[in-house]
């Protein structure tokens, strides 16, 4: 991600958080995020978004006598400062933290084989590269027409192997669902 992907995050995450909210006084911090680190270690960190600043703050917690004396530890930033430094966030991933729908939607627009591509990132790139709502947003994207006998048939077979068949073998199995639909109601009922 480059430092104007980065800035273009933080804005759209202070512009969103300057949208009036019914009943709420409005918040200084825009985004946060806490965590422990992996065991062993008891480790405390923090990233803290405002409006104005950048605060990542560390506590050291260890029965160590070398770490005794440690103390915890704060780096503040302006917004500005943050994206021009990039000791601070090149390690970052923003991709990773936004929400599946927007994910989705942002996928959407990609070529076929930059999904691919992005889809052997992570695991969880994987799993929304492969996953029924891309595709079906792809499908009804790129397709003229999708009657309600097509979504049935995408929905059993997986929207994305519906968009990999053939127009053949869409036909041929549409036409033989008709087939056995006719066949059971031609049943007579006991």
Not at 21 to 36: D, H, I, N, T, Y
Not at 38 to 58: G, H, M
Not at 151 to 173: D, I, P, S, V
């Amino acid at each position: 991600m480059t430092p104007r992907d980065v800035r273009l995050f933080l804005v759209a995450i202070d512009t969103a958080s300057q949208r009036p909210k019914m009943a709420s006084l409005p918040r200084e911090e825009v985004f946060e995020k806490r965590g422990q680190a992996p065991a062993p270690s008891k480790d405390f960190c923090q990233l803290l978004v405002t409006r104005r600043e950048v605060i990542f703050r560390w506590w050291k917690i260890s029965l160590r006598n070398e770490f005794r004396e440690s103390r915890p530890g704060e780096i503040k930033e302006s917004q500005e400062d943050f994206l021009d430094d990039s000791s601070l966030h090149s390690n970052y991933d923003f991709l990773e933290w936004l929400p599946v729908p927007l994910l989705l939607y942002i996928i959407s627009f990609l070529e076929l084989e930059d999904i691919a591509r992005l889809s052997q990132v992570s695991r969880r790139f994987e799993m929304i590269c492969n996953s029924n709502a891309l595709w079906e947003n792809i499908v009804e994207n790129l397709c003229d027409t999708i009657t309600p006998e097509m979504k049935e048939l995408a929905q059993e077979m997986g929207w994305k192997q519906f968009f990999f068949t053939n127009r053949l073998q869409l036909q041929l199995q549409l036409r033989r669902r008709r087939q056995k639909q006719d066949a059971q109601n031609e049943k007579p009922t006991e």
